[in-house]
């Protein structure tokens, strides 16, 4: 039984095996035919969506194109299958360039617009055709030849003229290289020509009988047309002329030329009428480009220029910059003709036309009346000399003893770097054009040098030449420039120098001369003279304030390899130096506060506008006081500030402000007065500290420089809170001899104490710090003092003449004016500045006597006080500053020549006609001397007629080498005359008063 139970088992596997396995097979089989159904299926499937989605496009040339879906959408495609391009307005295009819209969702599709073209035209966009292929003045754009422009041949009913391009690629005016156009008219020109975009071409243009287009009625032929005329009348005329239209040749680098013809403007005023010569076409084209430009004349494109191209940071900087006028032509031609007789200049041979040319300029010279002529100074030029108060220098022969007004002259020339021009009259003039607007015998000629750089960093001067005529009645000059070879118009307010008098030319402050530079004052009139001498030869010192740093801006301090010195280089090239040598740091002075009030230390007041009304009516005070500020870590100077009116009532309430702190520095304070700003770890300090410190003389502090409100300086010691006034808070420096301590007659031109390589010996000098005239001793070699006590000179020690330290160094003047020495051993620099004031030092000597007397005086506190005769000669020369011209005399010509021809002072008579003349002789800081006379001739009751005359090294003063324009009041120079005597008398002198 179990036996039949496992066959039973085993039978049923192995039928369930064999089961299996066919059904594996009826798998298979099923999956085949499944596969071939599924096949079957997508054949069905394609044939059915091909007949679905694709649908056939004839274009107009008979070439089919197809519809049909790309993803989602529908598409245009050629016969091969490739999809056609869409343009930028959303249609496909044709290999014939028509234009087909598609509807993206249905299929669907049309012609939208059909553009044809033939020759050289171009389809753009849309249904716009270029006559030819855009082509482009930017050379960098493209690198295909055929697009870019060559050249630009125009021609219009106001002439003829060609852009091309030179040997760099730059674009030029034919014939005319060097004149200066607008780059941006440039510009649209190029594209007018460059891209000939037609809005339309005319489908039905009027025909002649013989079928041709009539090309008159679109204005592209020449032909006789007539035109409405008014006449002075005012009566309207017909007149016939001959009509032009204009046209244009456009140039490839490949050498590919178009000629196009610009005729009518269109009756709506949007295009114009043009035509492609050679083509049966008319085409309406845009106005840009034409209006303006291709229509206009070529100077609409010129930049006018008259002048080199002057820049807004150098447009000072000219040499002989000099105007003419009132020009005698006739006068200049008659004698030339009287030489030459009839001569065509041009074709004279050179040798002649070299005597003609220098005949004429020095007639030009004669006849004509020069009304400036000066050069521009730079700061460098002018540091320590006689024009260090003016950037200009005169040099007008019969006006050179004046002083030139800067502020006018700076308006002269921004007249000629911003010029206000109308237009550009006519390039390339004719004789006839130049005699149309009066500049063949030009009213005014206009001539400089203007210095600037050429391409490589040399320095050139560009030469001006301009011609101006005279003022039009429209308030236009006219105004011609053979280097730039146009006409231009300017604006009548741009030239008004033109018209100025003459004293607008010159500074009226009349003496403005550093009393330090001057050595000699004469004065004489009918009654009286005096000649006054000023000794203030040790006096000529400079300012010195240190600085740290091995950089000066663009500067570098760097030691020399060969020297082993140090030195100021600059791009690492050394700086010439104007002196090396020994030079003398000078303290400055100090004074230890004293409180003035026990709540305040000082006080100070100011009168103030309180409602902007432009008068003062209040007082601001500030009550000074010290105290620790923590945000400066030290002591500081703090101020109540109380505002009130003038009766005393309170306009706001008080306030504590803190100074602010101007300069933060180690300083060393003598105990004699005297006070060394300098860090105590720099030689200098060192110097300081073995001298004056270690024999106890002073005391090094940290200090806290404040300025107040009245510009007092004063100095707080930041750890004790100590404080003192201080004179200034730079040193005094003098370039001198250390082995003698002598110090120079003139501090900066040290070399000029070298003759023959040995010393120069003065006679008689000063020393800073003290009163002691000094006297060199040949026989000891030592220096003696004289004292004024014994009256006799005696010997001094080294250290009376030393209160200061010592350094070896140059002198530099840097580019923008700057003034630095630097110390050859350390490397430690400081700014210079030359003062402007003599010191307390200097002697004044009338007629060769020193003027040595006090004045008692009472000052408006009560107290009692003196004035030195320095002092009153101070006074005296102040009241000189302050004169100046008041205007043009009201003389004739014929009396001024009466005038400057008489001798002068001939009788002693009160009523004499001149009334006074002043001699002043100066020497400034470089060598220049300038010796000038001022003459003064009464010819009214009030007035008085003032000539000027400069003298040379040598020359004697004469009245008929004089020249003068202007008055002065006649009260002036009577004052003059009693400031004179007072200081010879030793009556004070007040600068502002009469007496």
């Not at 220098?393 to 002269?412: F, K, Q």
């Not at 960093?457 to 039009?472: H, L, M, P, R, W």
């Not at 004016?817 to 500045?833: A, D, I, R």
Request: net charge negative; charged share 25%.
């Amino acid at each position: 039984m179990s036996k039949n139970n496992n066959v039973a088992v085993e039978e049923s596997a192995a039928i369930k095996r064999i089961k299996q396995k066919n059904m594996l097979k009826k798998q298979r089989l099923a999956i085949v035919f499944m596969v071939i159904a599924i096949v079957a299926l997508v054949a069905a499937l394609i044939v059915v969506d091909y007949l679905v989605d694709i649908y056939t496009f004839e274009d107009v040339d008979g070439t089919a194109y197809y519809v049909k879906k790309n993803g989602e959408v529908y598409a245009l495609y050629d016969k091969d299958g490739v999809a056609c391009e869409k343009n930028q307005d959303g249609y496909f295009e044709t290999a014939l360039g028509t234009m087909v819209s598609v509807n993206a969702e249905t299929g669907e599709c049309k012609i939208y617009a059909f553009v044809h073209t033939s020759d050289t035209e171009v389809r753009d966009f849309g249904e716009y055709v270029l006559m030819y292929k855009q082509m482009t003045y930017d050379h960098g754009s493209t690198k295909d030849n055929s697009k870019i422009i060559k050249s630009i041949e125009v021609h219009n009913e106001h002439g003829t003229y060609t852009f091309e391009r030179d040997s760099k690629m730059n674009f030029v005016i034919k014939d005319m290289p060097g004149a200066p156009y607008n780059r941006e008219s440039f510009a649209q020109l190029a594209v007018a020509c460059g891209y000939t975009l037609s809005t339309r071409r005319l489908e039905n243009p009027k025909k002649l009988e013989n079928g041709s287009v009539d090309y008159a009625e679109y204005g592209l032929v020449s032909e006789v047309r007539t035109k409405t005329e008014i006449d002075k009348e005012g009566n309207e005329t017909e007149v016939e002329y001959q009509y032009e239209p204009a046209w244009f040749v456009i140039t490839s680098m490949t050498g590919e030329s178009h000629k196009v013809i610009i005729g009518d403007k269109t009756v709506t005023g949007t295009g114009y009428y043009a035509r492609y010569d050679g083509r049966d076409t008319v085409y309406v084209l845009g106005t840009n480009g034409f209006d303006g430009y291709l229509l206009n004349t070529l100077e609409s494109y010129i930049t006018p220029t008259i002048v080199y191209p002057m820049r807004s940071v150098d447009y000072f900087n000219v040499r002989n910059f000099m105007i003419y006028g009132s020009i005698d032509y006739n006068k200049i031609y008659s004698t030339l003709y009287e030489k030459y007789g009839e001569v065509d200049i041009e074709n004279l041979d050179e040798e002649t036309q070299k005597k003609f040319n220098a005949d004429y300029a020095k007639l030009f010279e004669q006849n004509s009346r020069k009304m400036c002529d000066f050069s521009y100074l730079d700061t460098s030029d002018r540091q320590g000399t006689l024009y260090a108060h003016s950037p200009y220098v005169n040099h007008l022969d019969y006006a050179d003893g004046y002083n030139l007004n800067s502020s006018s002259l700076d308006i002269v020339l921004s007249s000629f770097y911003e010029t206000d021009f109308t237009s550009v009259i006519k390039l390339s003039p004719s004789a006839d054009d130049l005699s149309q607007y009066g500049l063949v015998n030009s009213e005014f000629v206009v001539m400089f040098y203007y210095e600037t750089t050429d391409s490589e960093g040399e320095t050139v001067y560009a030469e001006n030449f301009v011609q101006i005529s005279d003022k039009t009645e429209e308030g236009i000059y006219y105004a011609y420039s053979e280097t730039y070879d146009m006409i231009v118009g300017v604006k009548a307010d741009c030239f008004e120098f033109l018209e100025w008098e003459e004293i607008k030319w010159y500074e009226t402050s009349y003496i403005q001369y550093d009393i330090s530079f001057v050595e000699k004052i004469q004065i004489e009139s009918p009654a009286f003279k005096v000649d006054f001498e000023i000794e203030d030869s040790a006096s000529k010192y400079m300012t010195y304030l240190q600085r740290s740093g091995n950089t000066i801006g663009e500067y570098s301090i760097t030691k020399d390899a060969l020297t082993g010195k140090y030195v100021l280089t600059k791009n690492g090239k050394s700086i010439p130096e104007i002196y090396r040598g020994d030079y003398l740091i000078m303290p400055t002075v100090y004074s230890m506060g004293q409180a003035e009030e026990e709540n305040y230390l000082f006080a100070e007041s100011r009168e103030f506008d309180s409602n902007g009304d432009g008068q003062n009516d209040g007082v601001m005070y500030y009550f000074y006081n010290i105290a620790y500020n923590k945000d400066i870590q030290g002591y500081g100077l703090m101020a109540q500030v109380v505002c009130s009116d003038y009766e005393g009532n309170r306009l706001a309430e008080d306030s504590l402000v803190w100074g602010h702190v101007a300069m933060k520095s180690e300083f060393f304070a003598t105990n004699n007065g005297y006070m060394f700003f300098v860090s105590k770890e720099s030689q200098s300090g060192a110097q300081i500290d073995k001298i004056y410190g270690e024999k106890n003389r002073g005391a090094w502090g940290n200090g806290n420089l404040f300025i107040t409100s009245d510009n007092k300086y004063i100095l707080i010691n930041a750890k004790t809170g100590a404080w003192m006034t201080v004179k200034d808070y730079a040193q005094g420096i003098y370039f001198a001899d250390r082995e003698t301590s002598r110090l120079a007659e003139r501090a900066i031109t040290i070399p000029a104490l070298y003759e023959d390589g040995k010393l120069k010996r003065y006679e008689e000098t000063f020393y800073p710090t003290t009163d002691k005239k000094l006297l060199y001793n040949d026989e000891t070699n030592k220096i003696m003092a004289y004292n004024k006590l014994s009256g006799a000179f005696e010997d001094i020690t080294y250290a009376d003449c030393s209160i200061g330290v010592w350094n070896a160094g140059a002198y530099y003047v840097l580019d923008d004016g700057k003034l630095v020495v630097v110390n050859e051993v350390t490397g430690e620099w400081g700014y210079l500045s030359v003062l402007n004031s003599p010191t307390y030092i200097a002697n004044i000597k009338a007629d060769g006597q020193i003027l040595d007397y006090s004045i008692p005086i009472v000052t408006v506190s009560q107290k009692n006080s003196e004035k030195t005769a320095m002092e009153n000669f101070q006074q005296f020369y102040k009241a000189l500053l302050m004169a100046s011209f008041e205007g043009m005399a009201e003389i004739s010509d014929e009396q001024k020549q009466g005038f400057e021809a008489l001798d002068d002072f001939s009788s002693d008579d009160a009523n004499n006609p001149c009334q006074l003349k002043i001699t002043i002789l100066m020497t400034d800081l470089v060598g220049n001397s300038r010796h000038v006379v001022y003459r003064f001739y009464r010819y009214s009751e009030r007035k008085s007629y003032i000539t000027v005359e400069l003298l040379t090294e040598g020359e004697d003063s004469s009245s008929t080498q004089a020249y003068g324009s202007f008055y002065v009041l006649h009260s002036f120079a009577e004052k003059i005359i009693e400031d004179a005597k007072r200081v010879v008398d030793g009556i004070e002198v007040d600068a502002t008063s009469k007496y």
